[in-house]
């Protein structure tokens, strides 16, 4: 499966571990940034082209990473076609958020 991924800088680390995961599974990982750690990154500079990517079909599926994920899904959102959930408990909420309309 082809996934994008995208974090500013405090879901840097975490991007980075989860983009190896998925990579060692087998996944196809599209990685639209922060590349390199920089505090003065910003959540939209990320979450705005990884969502518009998934909208036109490029990617499968989309993370985002960020301090507390309220932007980053705001952000997404805001891209016709998109919605982003806010996962805390992942299990539960990506089943939730495949289900609800």
Do not use: W
């Not at 990154?41 to 301090?67: I, K, Q, T």
């Not at 076609?81 to 289900?99: D, K």
């Amino acid at each position: 499966m082809k996934v994008a991924v995208g974090a500013d800088h405090d879901g840097f680390e975490m991007k980075q571990q989860l983009a190896k995961r998925l990579r060692d599974e087998g996944h196809e990982i599209i990685d639209f940034g922060n590349k390199v750690y920089d505090t003065n990154d910003d959540y939209p500079d990320f979450a705005l082209p990884l969502a518009r990517s998934m909208a036109s079909g490029d990617v499968e599926r989309g993370v985002l990473v960020c301090g507390s994920g309220v932007g980053a899904s705001v952000a997404a959102n805001k891209v016709l076609g998109i919605r982003a959930a806010l996962c805390l408990i992942t299990f539960l909420l990506v089943r939730v958020s495949r289900t609800m309309t």
